[in-house]
């Protein structure tokens, strides 16, 4: 597993090097009504298991709802507010924890995002796009007054579909921050993956 995370950072990180060379080789049109887009999600989140592969905890599927405000400087570049709020739940050995294994994860974060808007017809637009940045991750035991946040960090990437104003979009992040509570000493990486809308001006 920890093979697997660093090699999915790795890549993410790889493209976001990479994205702004060939972005400024090609030549592509700013979508009209960009300059701030505003957005809303709903999807899955999956804790993946940290580096201690002694350490039988799992994570059972949860969910998450999203929303985000992308002010974008550049045909290619923005800069993103994100609020996460998602739900999961412990299975198997958790040493430091009693009472219910159901947590609350809320998680903010500010990110540079890279894109490359591709028109496709007289109205629409693809739009890929990755980005990363930092934040916190705010995670609270339900039934308890256990809260505790801690710095996180963000890697993802996305495609949206945009109509005029509106647009439809999926993408997939990892939240990664160092869980040290209930026994725990890891790195965890919480997987998130929703769609939703999005409205542009």
């Keep these: 597993m920890r093979f697997q995370s660093v090699s999915r950072v790795s890549v993410l990180l790889a493209v976001a090097v990479v994205a702004p060379t060939l972005l400024l080789a090609q030549g592509a049109t700013r979508p009209a009504f960009d300059r701030v887009t ?7 989140l999956s804790g993946a298991r940290g580096p201690d592969e002694a ?22 570049v923005g800069l993103r507010a994100n609020g996460t709020w998602g739900q999961d ?33 007289s109205a629409g637009w693809v739009i890929p796009y990755v980005f990363g940045g930092a934040g916190a991750a705010s995670i609270h035991q339900l039934d308890s007054d256990d809260t505790f946040t801690k710095f996180a960090g963000t890697f993802g990437l996305g495609v949206e579909y945009r109509i005029k104003r509106i647009g439809f979009k999926a993408e997939g992040r990892d939240v990664v921050y160092q869980l040290d509570r209930w026994g725990f000493d890891r790195t965890q990486h919480d997987i998130v993956w929703d769609g939703g809308i999005t409205v542009s001006f």
Aim: no cysteine; hydrophobic share 35%.
């Design 38 to 44: 505003i957005g809303g999600r709903f999807g899955g």
């Design 55 to 76: 350490d039988l905890t799992n994570w059972r599927l949860g969910w998450a709802t999203s929303a985000d405000v992308t002010v974008w400087l550049h045909e290619y």
């Design 89 to 121: 739940s412990i299975k198997g050995t958790a040493p430091g924890m009693s009472g219910r294994r159901k947590l609350n994860k809320f998680s903010y974060d500010g990110d540079v995002v890279l894109r490359y808007p591709a028109e496709v017809g």
